[in-house]
């Protein structure tokens, strides 16, 4: 409850921003500053550092950025709830309903999932960038998950011996994998589809031929995160 509370007070997105897209009702604020293919996405509203990390650095930035309206990490989705980060496939949205609204009529989950499959390439085509641009998440992590249970999945690994295996970066593209090895923090390639798609924006983006990279920092740790976005910002084409 305190934590919530201490979550609470940090929240400032206003609500009168009319500046919004949604998918299936899932609603997302829109950033942008000046003209440019970069574009950033937000999408679990309990990773406050995450969009304090964005959200400051849209400010001096160019691009555009979309962050999820919430402040828990499941969005209120027609009396339900669904992780925003499992509806960018089919099989991945379908599971996801199940998983959070198994008491739903069979009828009412074939519905929304409908919803979901007809709103996506929409959504899909305004966030993912065009002309080979960049696609940026951001997520914080809390206990537990860390680099090393993203390494057997991964095709290339680079690990820092000096930084928090809780810090790194995901990244689908080996250039950008390149370039991101050289640098202080510790970073992992997946440049393959998966045998199973759980609808993360990750692999609609590599279906759509984006590059994306994933900024995973500890929670709380808004200095290391800023680090690593502007590592990107000034590195990465
Ligand atoms: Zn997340």
Not at 12 to 25: C, K, P, Q, V, Y
Not at 94 to 103: F, G, M, P, T
Not at 169 to 184: E, M, V
């Amino acid at each position: 409850m305190i934590r919530f509370f201490l979550l609470f007070s940090f929240f400032n997105i206003s609500f009168d921003d009319s500046n919004t897209i949604h998918l299936a009702g899932i609603k997302f604020k829109v950033l942008q500053n000046g003209e440019s293919d970069r574009r950033y996405i937000w999408l679990h509203g309990d990773e406050q550092t995450a969009r304090m990390a964005l959200e400051r650095h849209m400010k001096s930035n160019a691009g555009k950025a979309f962050l999820v309206t919430g402040i828990v990490r499941e969005s209120e989705f027609f009396g339900g709830i669904i992780d925003p980060n499992r509806i960018f496939s089919s099989e991945g949205a379908k599971a996801n309903i199940q998983k959070y609204n198994r008491k739903w009529s069979r009828a009412k989950k074939k519905e929304t999932l409908e919803i979901i499959n007809k709103d996506r390439d929409p959504f899909l085509k305004e966030v993912l960038p065009k002309n080979g641009g960049l696609l940026v998440a951001l997520h914080n992590n809390f206990k537990g998950y860390n680099v090393k249970k993203e390494v057997h999945k991964s095709d290339a690994v680079s690990i820092k011996k000096d930084q928090n295996p809780r810090d790194f970066f995901i990244c689908t593209n080996r250039s950008d994998f390149d370039i991101l090895a050289k640098s202080p923090f510790n970073v992992v390639l997946q440049e393959s589809p998966p045998k199973k798609d759980d609808g993360s924006i990750s692999w609609a983006a590599m279906r759509h031929g984006v590059r994306y990279v994933n900024i995973e920092t500890r929670l709380g740790w808004l200095s290391q995160q800023t680090k690593m976005l502007n590592y990107i910002e000034k590195n990465l084409p």
